[in-house]
Antibody
Framework: QVQLVESGGGVVQPGRSLRLSCAAS????????MHWVRQAPGKGLEWVAF????????YYADSVKGRFTISRDNSKNTLYLQMNSQRAEDTAVYYC??????????????WGQGTLVTVSS | EIVLTQSPGTLSLSPGERATLSCRAS???????LAWYQQKPGQAPRLLIY???SRATGIPERFSGSGSGTDFTLTISRLEPEDFAVYYC?????????FGGGTKVEI
């Protein structure tokens, strides 16, 4: 069965960096596009970033553009989110989610359990 | 950016009753690219419906989606105890991908 396991969350000071990972199993990771979606405590869902199966296409929400970078290592079945210049408003549970297709259908077919990032001094 | 407005904010119902959740878009959603998700406390969201009316794998028939253009509806025909949760709609017809604010279905 499809499994997505996020890691790398924690407490980070404003302006610092953090890298999240998402380990995928139960499917052929290299043939699916992937996303990051976040949820601030007690709030709704916000799409963060998209990457196609072969990394040739990447999209970002305006709120993170220029600060966050999505990437993947298909040899390791792992998705990443490099988060730089963190702000208090980046505090959220970050979910990785699988797209139904290679190049993007842009909805979220399977989700991981999420990892909490807290930006605080 | 397409803004999705979900109503009501909270729906108070009993098991066995019918639930009707609304999602209204600020502009037409291209090709009816509208999905619905269910989220229970402390859990990740789960895909219920995509393409406005197609049920995802393993989703019970009591869940159905309808609508087009700017008005979409998620209907739960007879509420089961495990259906009490928060429901989100999401449009994927244009960038950026956006979610509605959610509807909480409570007992």
């Amino acid at each position: 069965q499809v499994q997505l396991v996020e890691s790398g969350g924690g407490v980070v000071q404003p302006g610092r960096s953090l890298r999240l990972s998402c380990a995928a199993s139960g499917f052929t990771f290299s043939t699916y596009a992937m996303h990051w979606v976040r949820q601030a405590p007690g709030k709704g869902l916000e799409w963060v970033a998209f990457i196609s199966y072969d990394e040739t296409t990447k999209y970002y929400a305006d709120s993170v553009k220029g600060r966050f970078t999505i990437s993947r290592d298909n040899s390791k079945n792992t998705l990443y989110l490099q988060m730089n210049s963190q702000r208090a408003e980046d505090t959220a549970v970050y979910y990785c989610a699988r797209d139904p297709s290679q190049s993007g259908s842009y909805y979220f077919q399977y989700w991981g359990q999420g990892t909490l990032v807290t930006v605080s001094s | 950016e397409i803004v999705l407005t979900q109503s009501p904010g909270t729906l108070s119902l009993s098991p066995g009753e019918r639930a009707t959740l609304s999602c209204r878009a600020s502009q037409s959603v291209s090709s009816n690219y509208l999905a619905w998700y269910q989220q229970k406390p402390g859990q990740a969201p789960r895909l219920l419906i995509y393409g406005a009316s197609s049920r995802a794998t393993g989703i019970p028939e009591r869940f159905s989606g309808s609508g087009s253009g700017t008005d979409f509806t998620l209907t739960i025909s007879r509420l089961e105890p495990e259906d009490f949760a928060v429901y989100y709609c999401q449009q994927y017809g244009s960038s950026p991908l956006t979610f509605g604010g959610g509807t909480k279905v409570e007992i």
